[in-house]
């Protein structure tokens, strides 16, 4: 069940990418890096089929993958890579739904971001690019994330020379939005705040926690940087609505305690997001 589930997902996924790819970005000609950039590219300057170009390059990236990488490609991945190009060709005819290449970038920045999330969460990917910056970290020492900025820098590049530098501009927008989308669909809109409580009172603040806001505490065993004492702090993590009334807890019981409040984006365990 769990593995149909994934496919299910990647599937999907592929599809969200090969519509927003045949609505939003090749009709207004931006070229937002990975294959579907490079299959932008040649449609506009030799009038290849999109479709063909991503099976082109594609298939090859998988199996070039699965030679210098090993065998964690699986299968998922191979349907995601086949099916992505499949539904991008037989849903060309769909026509643009906006001529603005400004809403294009946007919007299709969305829907692929929204596809790749999608398809993350199926535990596999699209092929494409990625597996080109696996390959090259594996072999140059540089980062994945160097290598990913620079083969998408490059396609970019070449839509800012084929077309002209507007809708090179476009294209980093569009990559900006993807990349943005991703994180949403990863770790959702929620979140949660974690604090650091430093306080001279943490048993009294400790009680109130659990009591009044109903919240795990977790003491932890530190020391003064300047007087070498032991010193226990409190960490808590709420719910983005409960901060306020935390932080008037602490403050009501120890005007003089110290608290350190961060982001935390994703929070999986009781009382939070189910794993």
């Given at each position: 069940m769990k593995v149909s589930r994934e496919y299910v997902l990647v599937l999907a996924g592929a599809a969200f990418i090969a519509i927003s790819f045949n609505v939003f970005l090749?009709?207004?000609?931006?070229?937002?890096?990975?294959?579907?950039?490079?299959?932008?590219?040649?449609?506009?300057?030799?009038?290849?089929?999109?479709?063909?170009?991503?099976?082109?390059?594609?298939?090859?990236?998988?199996?070039?993958?699965?030679?210098?990488?090993?065998?964690?490609?699986?299968?998922?991945?191979?349907?995601?890579?086949?099916?992505?190009?499949?539904?991008?060709?037989?849903?060309?005819?769909?026509?643009?739904?906006?001529?603005?290449?400004?809403?294009?970038?946007?919007?299709?920045?969305?829907?692929?971001?929204?596809?790749?999330?999608?398809?993350?969460?199926?535990?596999?990917?699209?092929?494409?690019?990625?597996?080109?910056?696996?390959?090259?970290?594996?072999?140059t020492g540089l980062t994945l994330g160097t290598c990913v900025v620079i083969l998408d820098g490059l396609i970019v590049l070449a839509a800012a020379i084929v077309f002209d530098i507007e809708r090179g501009l476009y294209a980093l927008l569009a990559l900006y939005v993807t990349s943005k989308t991703i994180d949403i669909v990863q770790v959702g809109f929620s979140r949660s705040k974690m604090t650091i409580i430093i306080t001279e009172r943490q048993n009294e603040v400790r009680e109130g926690i659990l009591h009044k806001i109903d919240r795990g505490v977790t003491k932890l065993t530190a020391y003064g940087g300047y007087t070498d004492h032991e010193r226990p702090i409190l960490m808590c993590v709420v719910d983005q609505t409960e901060f306020t009334k935390l932080k008037q807890l602490v403050k009501t019981i120890d005007p003089t305690a110290f608290i350190i409040v961060t982001d935390a984006y994703e929070v999986v365990g009781e009382g939070f997001k189910r794993a």
């Open positions: 090749l009709p207004n000609r931006v070229a937002s890096g990975g294959v579907s950039g490079i299959s932008t590219i040649l449609d506009a300057t030799m009038g290849w089929e999109p479709a063909y170009v991503q099976w082109a390059f594609n298939i090859p990236l998988f199996i070039a993958g699965v030679i210098f990488l090993g065998k964690q490609f699986g299968a998922k991945t191979l349907a995601g890579t086949i099916f992505l190009p499949f539904v991008v060709f037989f849903t060309k005819d769909i026509g643009p739904w906006t001529q603005d290449p400004l809403l294009a970038s946007l919007f299709g920045g969305i829907g692929v971001g929204l596809g790749l999330g999608i398809v993350f969460r199926g535990k596999a990917s699209t092929g494409g690019t990625d597996l080109a910056a696996q390959i090259i970290n594996k072999y």
